[in-house]
């Protein structure tokens, strides 16, 4: 009834004409897309208020936009050292330009929600710079700002749930609904933002049938055949079928190992006209041909073969689990295909962890900017690459059975969008192969083994008949039930793939697939090579990039393995794929820094960005000493680049956990070494802290500034943390 009273009123021209001021611009500034999620939440709870919503990445708007909207919502992260994030450093720039008027923005009013990490120093910078600059500027806070920590025993969720439903709250009481309408509720469900739609194809009726042999097959016009052809994922083309299975007699229509194929051509025919003929007349058995319009008459020349079945292969290959993913290359901008030199698993096999050193090598392109010149790929330590993974076919398979999908599977489709969202035609950083099929989109461009996120629930509940499965789906969304989400998705690891295993009776229209499925994005990784490192001694236009990437495999409280899905990808990529790669700079390690003292901190895989600098340091000729902290479990196992240190020029301790009864940390060695540390802060070091998040960077905060109490420098902690703030850099590359 509340939804019928709503329709009423907004279809009549003065519930229109009341609403129309009711527009909310949200901003999000994101490196790993959290920013982007979050942002999605607000606009799926300002549309249930009424709101006309529009969500930008940050640097998509100009500053004028601004004064457009009655009000605005900013959703940024922190990277690096305070760092606001690259698709926002164009939007912050503009707002840092100095001939602003001081109260250009006095007609803005907004809010801001940042993302941080509380174990780097600089936590929620971002959001903070960016709060204070918009009300240096004359913009006005709505609403108070809020600051989510990834370190908080649920995440991001700890703190964006009461701040979201208190800005909901804020927004109900201050712009109240006209009379007769109310909030759209949770059980309603929202339009989708974004559509598949099938993909015009030319109408083969108006073609004539290309005869292999220089023949033609009469005009086809009358026979109405509209079956659309599509693209494989291995490049090849054929028709499209409602139903995919490929059965025994399609082998009796090739004209494969035939001797002389125009001969028997002539015979097949002669055959054909026969009175008494009963053979096949088309290439496509008799089960797919009661599908097309006209039978199977119309659809080739007559080729039949007496050949057993068993000589062609006709496995499918999405049926092998074995089968690996494609290696087409998808049309990423700024995007560069970088050719795969080397995939080496550098710790032992029968070690707990499967650590890859990977190299590639990424040639010249045409630059953009300058027409006839070419572009060598160039990156800094401390920079790093995207990999851009993909589903595995066989998984893909699952889900095209579970959702009912075998008969659309193979066509062409095309994203469409909402007609109020004309900025974007699909979802933001998706980008499909040209024509891609259903089964292409779910390889390379949608995520179906992430963890899924609340809102999942929430949409697939409209999706099924069984009122058990659709309540069950409800409590997971229900953020009051925090602790049955968490214990049901992150702690056992479960896949979206899995959820939809779980509840079979939902079932998804194909239609739908970008409104519930997340976009697939890239995984970030710190290059592990610099100085001579970057070229190719035999070719000059090749940059090369090294890699020290630590695979994702444990098994979780479900005794089931899993497995990250860049991970995954990884260890089955083959030397010589060629993969598109992209490029993230990150501003934090300045170039003089390699003639100043190094005091450099890195358990695991984290000592790649430092191998970078260290290969840097090379070649600078004042370069200052450099002491490395190595931690890691095993000597014998994840030493990595052992070999190379010397040659470096660092001194290494080491601290490996597990070597003896008492574990060692590299923290431990820190204190132990007090005095070499000190003698390091002394002479003004930079600090570079390198590795997995969480307690590490503040655990080996704590130990040098302890090390500098021990060695009289500071009276305390905290005044040594102050010296350091003053006479020595941090560069922290932690995730």
């Known amino acids: 009834m509340a939804s019928e009273l709503n329709d009423d009123y907004t279809a009549s021209g003065d519930g229109a004409a009341k609403l129309e001021n009711r527009r909310i611009l949200i901003l999000y500034g994101s490196e790993t897309g959290n920013s982007q999620d979050l942002a999605g939440d607000i606009e799926r709870l300002a549309e249930r208020l009424h709101f006309n919503t529009h969500v930008r990445e940050m640097n998509d708007v100009e500053l004028n936009t601004l004064l457009q909207y009655p009000l605005i919502i900013f959703v940024i992260s922190t990277t690096g050292q305070g760092e606001v994030p690259k698709n926002a450093r164009k939007f912050w720039k503009s707002l840092l330009r100095k001939r602003l008027p001081p109260n250009c923005l006095q007609l803005v009013n907004f809010t801001t929600f940042g993302l941080g990490d509380s174990s780097y120093s600089k936590y929620n910078w971002a959001v903070r710079k960016l709060h204070k600059r918009l009300e240096q500027l004359g913009a006005t806070e709505f609403f108070p700002r809020g600051e989510a920590d990834e370190r908080h025993q649920d995440g991001i969720d700890g703190t964006f749930l009461s701040w979201s439903l208190s800005l909901r709250s804020h927004l109900l009481k201050e712009y109240p609904l006209p009379v007769g309408l109310s909030p759209i509720p949770l059980d309603v469900q929202l339009p989708p933002k974004f559509t598949l739609e099938l993909a015009p194809t030319m109408d083969l009726s108006d073609e004539l049938m290309p005869d292999r042999d220089g023949y033609q097959v009469g005009n086809l016009k009358s026979a109405n055949l509209t079956s659309p052809i599509v693209k494989s994922s291995n490049g090849y083309h054929h028709p499209a079928h409602h139903d995919q299975t490929l059965d025994e007699k399609a082998a009796l229509f090739s004209h494969a190992d035939t001797p002389n194929p125009e001969q028997l051509e002539q015979a097949l025919r002669a055959e054909r006209m026969s009175i008494n003929s009963n053979s096949y007349p088309a290439r496509l058995s008799e089960q797919t041909a009661k599908q097309i319009q006209g039978g199977i008459d119309i659809l080739d020349r007559p080729n039949v073969l007496r050949d057993h079945p068993s000589k062609y292969l006709l496995e499918d290959p999405s049926s092998c689990k074995d089968a690996l993913p494609p290696s087409d290359l998808l049309p990423i901008p700024r995007g560069w295909v970088a050719h ?21 090598e990424v040639p010249t392109q045409p630059n953009s900017n300058r027409r006839g010149d070419k572009e060598l790929f160039s990156y800094v330590p401390g920079d790093a690459v995207l990999i851009y993974p993909k589903n595995f076919p066989a998984d893909v398979q699952t889900l095209i059975d579970l959702m009912g999908w075998n008969d659309v599977a193979d ?12 900025l974007y035609s699909k979802p933001k950083n998706c980008y499909p192969i040209p024509n891609s099929t259903l089964r292409e989109l779910l390889i390379h461009n949608y995520d179906i083994t992430a963890i899924p996120k609340r809102v999942f629930f929430q949409d697939i509940a409209f999706y099924t008949d069984d009122p058990m499965h659709q309540e069950r789906l409800r409590e997971f969304a229900n953020p009051g039930l925090s602790d049955e989400f968490y214990d049901y998705t992150s702690r056992p690891r479960r896949s979206i793939l899995e959820v939809l295993q779980d509840f079979p009776s939902v079932k998804i229209p194909y239609q739908h697939l970008p409104s519930i499925f997340p976009v697939m994005r890239g995984r970030e990784y710190s290059v592990a090579s610099g100085g001579q490192l970057l070229r190719n001694e ?87 000493d450099a002491l490395l902290f190595f931690g890691g479990r095993n000597r014998n196992a994840d030493f990595y680049f052992q070999e190379e240190w010397e040659d470096l020029r660092v001194k290494v301790l080491t601290a490996f956990s597990r070597d003896q009864e008492e574990k060692i940390y590299v923290q431990d060695r820190i204190r132990e070494q007090w005095q070499l540390v000190c003698e390091f802060i002394q002479k003004g070091c930079v600090i570079c802290i390198c590795g997995s998040s969480g307690k590490m960077p503040e655990a080996v905060k704590l130990a040098i500034h302890d090390a500098m109490v021990m060695g009289k420098m500071a009276p305390d902690r905290e005044a040594a943390k102050q010296v350091l703030a003053r006479n020595n850099p941090l560069w922290e590359e932690v995730w």
């Open 340 to 360: 795969l030199r080397e995939n080496r698993r550098v710790t032992p096999i029968n070690h707990w962890q499967d650590v890859r050193h990977l190299v590639l």
């Open 411 to 422: 066509m062409p489709f095309e994203h469409r969008a909402r007609q109020q969202d004309v």
């Open 538 to 624: 035999q070719n000059l236009e090749i940059t090369r990039i090294e890699l020290l990437v630590a695979l994702v495999k444990y098994k979780t409280v479900l005794r089931k393995t899993r497995q990250g899905l860049c991970s995954r990808y990884l260890e089955f990529l083959r030397p010589g794929t060629n993969i598109m790669i992209t490029h993230r700079e990150y501003d934090t390690l300045e170039a003089s820094w390699t003639r100043r003292p190094l005091l450099a901190i890195a358990p695991g895989t984290g000592v790649a960005p430092i191998r970078a600098h260290l290969w840097d340091r090379i070649d600078e000729s004042q370069a200052g």
